[in-house]
């Protein structure tokens, strides 16, 4: 089946940078993206989503940016800090509310 | 409020054992689902409720029954396990089960099949 897939497992940045984390999607019928941060021990925590009508979307220090003409999706973290050190997923809504989630990408901000 | 509460938080067992574990939302959702995590993988999804009526099974052993008693509660039996299903089990809601509403999840049960 299709999947949703990301580009770098690990990311590290020191305490301040700004964090990019890349994701590439394969259904391009997929109208929905999410982005969960899972910190160690705990399930996934919503961060932003985008619908596939729009290409960036702003939350607290987090921009997500949808590019439906190479299929890819990023989540931008501005002034990381220590906390948000976690396992970064991408996931896509399939048909119904079928969630498929990227392999993950581990954040690790140096201080 | 977007809490998702499950217990217990650690639970071992053997493979003859039965139970069951129990997640529970308040905030008027009508979509519930049950994730399988292994350590270092995603999220896998193993079923969804909607409306108290099981919607979705993603061909998910018998050994694992799940359970709908009423809007806020979601239970999943285990009987006769295997040690491959240790795993970290997530449970989710959702609003509706609708492909724009935003999955929220509880902080899982490790489960340990000796």
């Known amino acids: 089946g299709e999947s949703v897939g990301l580009h770098l497992p690990t990311l590290s940045v020191q305490e301040g940078d700004n964090s990019i984390i890349n994701c590439a999607y394969s259904?391009?019928?997929?109208?929905?993206f999410i982005w969960y941060k899972q910190e160690s021990g705990k399930g996934p925590q919503f961060i932003i989503d985008i619908r596939s009508n729009m290409d960036k979307r702003q939350g607290q220090r987090v921009t997500v940016l949808l590019n439906k003409t190479v299929k890819h999706l990023s989540l931008q973290i501005a002034a990381t800090q220590p906390g948000d050190s976690a396992v970064y997923f991408c996931a896509e809504n399939e048909y119904g509310n079928k969630l498929v989630f990227g392999a993950g990408t581990i954040l690790r901000v140096k201080s | 409020d977007t809490e998702v509460t499950q217990t217990p938080k650690h639970l071992v067992m053997g493979m003859t054992n039965k139970k069951s574990l129990k997640c529970e939302q308040h905030m008027g959702h009508r979509a519930m689902y049950w994730y399988k995590q292994k350590a270092k993988k995603p999220p896998e999804l193993m079923f969804v409720?909607?409306?108290?009526?099981?919607?979705i099974n993603e061909s998910v052993p018998s050994r694992f029954s799940p359970e709908c008693p009423n809007s806020s509660l979601l239970n999943l039996h285990l009987h006769a396990l295997q040690p491959e299903d240790s795993a970290l089990y997530l449970c989710?809601?959702?609003?509706?089960?609708?492909?724009?509403?935003?999955?929220?999840f509880g902080p899982g049960t490790r489960l340990t099949v000796l």
């Open positions: 989710a809601s959702s609003p509706l089960e609708s492909a724009t509403d935003t999955q929220y």
């Open positions: 259904n391009s019928a997929s109208d929905y």
């Open positions: 409720y909607s409306y108290e009526k099981l919607s």
